[in-house]
């Protein structure tokens, strides 16, 4: 499960790639999943796993849990003041908002839906330590399918650069991995494993 080089990523013809110009990202990760037929697209893995791509291991859920505690002890998920964070959701061109297949601001967890079009969805988290963007995307090559998911990372404070310091080794070495070891295993178990 490969972290990929953003020239790579870029090379995807995506529309996050000007929707979210001017937005850094942080990393995008792949991981490739066989091709048991064509034409499937994420929204048809999405309603075949009932939206829930990824299944956090016992290790994450400790990770997570750890760190919504301490974000709730130290305030870091109220909602940042709005006045200074817009939501993404406002770049959505009238055109942006035919094409999704949800409507915007509906909530996935602790995120909440920007877009979703028949093979990317852009979800959106903004609290006190970041205004983050998870994409995810399925593009079909010859032989196979690739996942990809990607992370944008604006700051809202002096907090953000080092909050994400410390998470990224947790994120790179446990977490991104465990989840897209999982998005390949509903894959398996939603269209058969090769």
């Given amino acids: 499960m490969p972290q990929i080089s953003p020239q790579e990523f870029a090379r995807l013809p995506l529309r996050v790639h000007d929707f979210l110009a001017g937005v850094p990202l942080h990393d995008v990760w792949a991981v490739d999943l066989p091709r048991s037929r064509a034409g499937i697209s994420l929204d048809d893995f999405l309603r075949a796993t009932s939206s829930r791509l990824f299944t956090p291991s016992r290790v994450v859920r400790a990770l997570l ?35 999704s297949l949800v409507p915007a601001g509906r909530r996935e967890g602790p995120f909440r839906v920007v877009y979703q079009l028949e093979n990317e969805q852009l979800l959106e988290l903004i609290n006190r330590t970041a205004h983050a963007a998870a994409l995810s995307a399925l593009v079909e090559t010859a032989n196979a399918y690739r996942f990809y998911f990607g992370i944008y990372v604006q700051n809202v404070s ?3 650069p080092v909050y994400m310091a410390v998470i990224d080794p947790f994120r790179r070495l446990i977490v991104y991995p465990s989840l897209l070891r999982s998005v390949r295993a509903r894959w398996d178990q939603a269209f058969g494993a090769v």
């Fill in 65 to 99: 849990n750890t760190r919504l505690f301490v974000g709730r002890l130290l305030g870091w998920d109220r909602e940042a003041n709005p006045a200074r964070t817009e939501t993404f959701a406002t770049r959505l061109t009238p055109s942006d908002r035919a094409k």
């Fill in 158 to 160: 002096r907090l953000t």
